[in-house]
């Protein structure tokens, strides 16, 4: 209850502050659009950049709950100076009034530096809070049992229906009093649901089940990297009978099965007569220079992963310039509910159709869809992880091509188009990720190892982080290479009207095109994973508990190292 409740606050807060910034930062801080769109992408992508590193420390030194506590009251500190910047005059530019000729003055070094500051306790609070959230809930549960696995699928299921409603609240009420009452107390409110997801998270604190942190992942992977290289001029192995390995004791993870794809880190696993094993354990006294194929495949594993998390990372990189430019297109348009109405919805509130097509979409394709499915391919899920991503990549040159084609007609009309022509475009972005956001994030947990699940969660962020780069040095690519030398304004001009985001759009489609074609190619080469055990790896986690300090602790078994 105290790790959903904070769930519940945490995404509220954060999705609340986040979501309108843009606008924030244009209206409040008298940013360019080009340059405010490229400073979130660098925060979107630094803070999903972070996960990595505390993922690393989670495992490696404080534990999931220490590393969010840490984490949480990093994103109360950093909503509340965000809040600061708007509610005292002296942390922000200057009102100004265009219309009468006022001019627009920047923000000065101080105002950069005290939303700067904001931004970096917000990322530290990232870094602990996404990769580490899903996991600690999911250890609250005993996997070993029917009511330990029922209430995982409770918790995941929980999970992204309160990320679909933070998002829709977000974008609605916060983003009203945001756009019609005031910064100051729109900002506020989030920063106040943040504070309340830290007294709930810390009021449960004597009952939460904590797993020792035992050691990162990632520390193996650089140890078979470095024997494969030290052993790079040995031949091949002839097969696995050649390599070396301990008999399988772990409780959390399954023994992988030997595959013969990337043989070249085999030899990882080759014993040569400079390496000397413990007398007791059999286990090698140097793991830098011989590691166990249970190591190997799970290396093996992540390179597999490797090439369809690159597709998805360019999947990612179309939707973020969708939800950049289609906030900017509102601005542009009638946003009124009907022409007898004076009340216009928010310009930041139309994401709210994308979030409606995603969750009305999950229940109809969970209960109709698949079964239907399921009869006539035989699959369990109706159709394979892979073809589920394919789907939402396809979708998403739809969503480009139409978005380029609404923004081609709001052009050319005389009078201001409805804000309501934005809505298909929305409503196929909404999709496009229910098949390829849901089905990545999915296709990682079950094709990661039981002790990589940490590193999968931040390998998603990770792609979230890179594709916000990217995104990034797109715009700024293409604002400065359809700049016109006699002065005409670029694609991305700051009045829409004078530039050609429609042509934007059509090379982002493009772009979404070439990489359908390559993740297609990538997932007629994938080979799923494969155990060695009987079951299904429903056992992950099932740890020994323990009292330490007289709190209930669960030991994992640790990767091997």
């Given at each position: 209850m105290f790790v959903a409740g904070n769930e519940t606050f945490e995404k509220l807060g954060t999705i609340g502050t986040l979501s309108n910034m843009l606008v924030y930062l244009t209206t409040v801080y008298h940013m360019q659009s080009v340059s405010a769109a490229t400073l979130l992408n660098v925060f979107s992508g630094t803070s999903n950049l972070a996960t990595v590193l505390g993922a690393f420390v989670s495992d490696t030194y404080l534990g999931r709950y220490t590393?969010?506590?840490?984490?949480?009251?990093?994103?109360?500190?950093?909503?509340?100076?965000?809040?600061?910047?708007?509610?005292?005059?002296?942390?922000?530019?200057?009102?100004?009034?265009?219309?009468?000729?006022?001019?627009?003055?920047?923000?000065?070094?101080?105002?950069?530096?005290?939303?700067?500051?904001?931004?970096?306790?917000?990322?530290?609070?990232?870094?602990?809070?996404?990769?580490?959230?899903?996991?600690?809930?999911?250890?609250?549960?005993?996997?070993?049992?029917?009511?330990?696995?029922?209430?995982?699928?409770?918790?995941?299921?929980?999970?992204?229906?309160?990320?679909?409603?933070?998002?829709m609240l977000s974008a609605t009420?916060?983003?009203?009093?945001q756009s019609n009452v005031n910064w100051a107390l729109g900002l506020a409110v989030p920063a106040v649901l943040m504070g309340i997801s830290c007294v709930v998270f810390f009021m449960g604190t004597r009952l939460y089940v904590r797993v020792r942190p035992e050691g990162s992942p990632l520390t193996s992977f650089a140890q078979v990297l470095v024997a494969a290289t030290r052993k790079r001029h040995l031949r091949r192995a002839r097969g696995v009978a050649e390599l070396f390995d301990l008999p399988h004791r772990s409780k959390l993870?399954?023994?992988?099965?030997?595959?013969?794809?990337?043989?070249?880190?085999?030899?990882?696993?080759?014993?040569?007569?400079?390496?000397?094993?413990?007398?007791?354990?059999?286990?090698?006294?140097?793991?830098?220079?011989?590691?166990?194929?249970?190591?190997?495949?799970?290396?093996?594993?992540?390179?597999?992963?490797?090439?369809?998390?690159?597709?998805?990372?360019?999947?990612?990189?179309?939707?973020?310039?969708?939800?950049?430019?289609?906030?900017?297109?509102?601005?542009?348009?009638?946003?009124?509910?009907?022409?007898?109405?004076?009340?216009?919805?928010?310009?930041?509130?139309?994401?709210?159709?994308?979030?409606?097509?995603?969750?009305?979409?999950?229940?109809?394709?969970?209960?109709?869809?698949?079964?239907?499915?399921?009869?006539?391919?035989?699959?369990?899920?109706?159709?394979?992880?892979?073809?589920?991503?394919?789907?939402?990549?396809?979708?998403s040159v739809a969503t480009m091509l139409v978005s380029a084609a609404v923004e081609h007609r709001r052009r050319r009309r005389t009078a201001m188009m409805s804000c309501f022509w934005l809505v298909p475009q929305l409503l196929l972005a909404g999709l496009s990720e229910a098949f390829a956001g849901i089905g990545q994030l999915e296709f990682f947990y079950r094709q990661f190892p039981e002790n990589m699940r940490s590193v999968a969660g931040a390998l998603y962020c990770l792609g979230f982080a890179l594709a916000s780069y990217a995104s990034g040095v797109m715009?700024?690519?293409?604002?400065?290479?359809?700049?016109?030398?006699?002065?005409?304004?670029?694609?991305?001009?700051?009045?829409?009207?004078?530039?050609?985001?429609?042509?934007?759009?059509?090379?982002?489609?493009?772009?979404?095109?070439?990489?359908?074609?390559?993740?297609?190619?990538?997932?007629?080469?994938?080979?799923?994973?494969?155990?060695?055990?009987?079951?299904?790896?429903?056992?992950?986690?099932g740890d020994d508990v323990e009292l330490v300090d007289g709190r209930l602790e669960k030991s994992a078994s640790a990767a091997p190292v």
């Open positions: 590393t969010i506590a840490i984490s949480i009251v990093a994103s109360f500190l950093g909503m509340l100076l965000l809040t600061l910047t708007a509610a005292l005059p002296s942390l922000h530019p200057p009102t100004c009034n265009t219309s009468k000729g006022q001019p627009c003055q920047g923000p000065s070094t101080s105002h950069f530096a005290a939303l700067l500051a904001s931004f970096f306790f917000l990322v530290v609070g990232a870094s602990g809070v996404r990769p580490c959230s899903l996991a600690f809930g999911a250890d609250q549960f005993d996997p070993r049992t029917a009511d330990g696995r029922r209430g995982i699928a409770s918790f995941f299921n929980w999970y992204y229906f309160t990320f679909t409603i933070a998002i009420v916060i983003i009203y009093l993870v399954s023994k992988l099965a030997y595959t013969d794809q990337f043989t070249c880190l085999d030899k990882a696993a080759m014993r040569t007569p400079e390496d000397a094993l413990h007398s007791e354990e059999k286990t090698p006294v140097n793991p830098w220079r011989l590691c166990t194929v249970q190591q190997v495949e799970e290396v093996k594993c992540l390179a597999r992963i490797i090439p369809v998390w690159s597709s998805g990372t360019v999947y990612f990189v179309v939707l973020t310039q969708l939800g950049t430019y289609v906030v900017l297109q509102a601005a542009q348009t009638d946003r009124r509910i009907s022409s007898a109405s004076s009340f216009q919805i928010p310009q930041g509130s139309l994401i709210v159709f994308s979030m409606l097509s995603l969750t009305l979409w999950i229940p109809v394709y969970d209960r109709l869809v698949v079964p239907a499915l399921r009869r006539f391919t035989k699959h369990e899920g109706g159709i394979t992880l892979l073809q589920r991503i394919g789907v939402g990549l396809a979708l715009v700024t690519v293409v604002h400065r290479a359809t700049r016109g030398r006699d002065g005409r304004p670029d694609w991305l001009a700051q009045d829409l009207d004078q530039g050609r985001v429609d042509l934007f759009y059509l090379v982002t489609a493009a772009i979404a095109a070439v990489n359908l074609i390559y993740f297609i190619a990538c997932a007629r080469w994938y080979r799923f994973k494969e155990s060695n055990d009987d079951d299904d790896g429903s056992h992950a986690n």
